[in-house]
């Protein structure tokens, strides 16, 4: 699978846009991109799944270029509640794939007032 | 109603002993997973039934045998505990399984063997 490059941390402060930058230089053909959101103590949570251009969702927007080489997460207004630890994933449907799968460090944001 | 829900949250045991982790989902998935998130948050596959089918199986140790009775439930049975099985262990669902599907995590369990 395709392996990911993402910060390490961020800090940003309430009412700000985050955006959180992952790169999948060697992304294939078929590879979906997938963000999740990890609070202390609980499961990831799904946020947004994208192949290309733009997505967006109720809680966040997903923008992939057209070289699909990276790809931003973006969270409109955040608050103290988005501090967590967001997940970037790359890879191709089905069973095979999913066996691979490997959550990596993520990017640990913190929101401060 | 929670989703997917494991029990226990915490457990402390001594090294050698055998402990379970039980996980249930309401979902109506037909997949189940085990994932384990070491301390550096890194967070990796173990197990995935579907449909009580065992699908993947990852280079889990087999001292660690999961169990699906049906295709609700999947519990993960630990043998002869040792230290390096410390972790959180998470258990997940979806709908049919495969990468581009969205996972559903339960709230973990902290597994700490002294």
């Known amino acids: 699978l395709a392996k990911t490059t993402q910060p390490i941390s961020m800090d940003s402060y309430e009412g700000q846009e985050v955006n959180i930058t992952c790169s999948h230089n060697?992304?294939?053909?078929?590879?979906?991109i997938t963000w999740y959101q990890q609070f202390p103590s609980q499961g990831p949570r799904f946020i947004i799944q994208?192949?290309?251009t733009k997505v967006t969702n109720e809680v966040a927007s997903l923008f992939i270029p057209a070289d699909r080489k990276s790809s931003t997460l973006s969270l409109p207004r955040v608050s103290l509640s988005d501090t967590a630890v967001y997940y970037c994933?790359?890879?191709?449907?089905?069973?095979?794939?999913?066996?691979?799968?490997?959550f990596g460090s993520g990017t640990r944001l913190s929101i401060r007032p | 109603d929670t989703a997917v829900s494991q029990t226990p949250k915490y457990l402390v045991t001594q090294m050698g002993n055998d402990k379970s982790i039980k996980c249930e989902q309401n979902?109506?998935?037909?997949?189940m997973y085990w994932y384990k998130q070491d301390s550096k948050k890194f967070l990796k596959i173990m197990f995935s039934?579907?449909?009580?089918?065992?699908?993947i199986n990852e280079t889990v140790p087999n001292r660690f045998s999961p169990k699906s009775p049906d295709k609700a439930h999947l519990n993960l049975h630990i043998n002869s505990l040792e230290l390096g099985d410390s972790a959180v262990y998470f258990c997940?669902?979806?709908?049919?399984?495969?990468?581009?599907?969205?996972?559903?995590f339960g709230s973990g369990t902290q597994l700490s063997v002294l």
């Open positions: 994933l790359v890879g191709p449907p089905g069973y095979s794939s999913a066996s691979k799968i490997i």
């Open positions: 039934y579907n449909n009580k089918e065992l699908i």
């Open positions: 994208g192949y290309k």
């Open positions: 060697n992304i294939a053909t078929n590879d979906y």
């Open positions: 979902l109506g998935h037909d997949t």
């Open positions: 997940a669902s979806s709908q049919v399984g495969g990468f581009n599907e969205k996972l559903f």
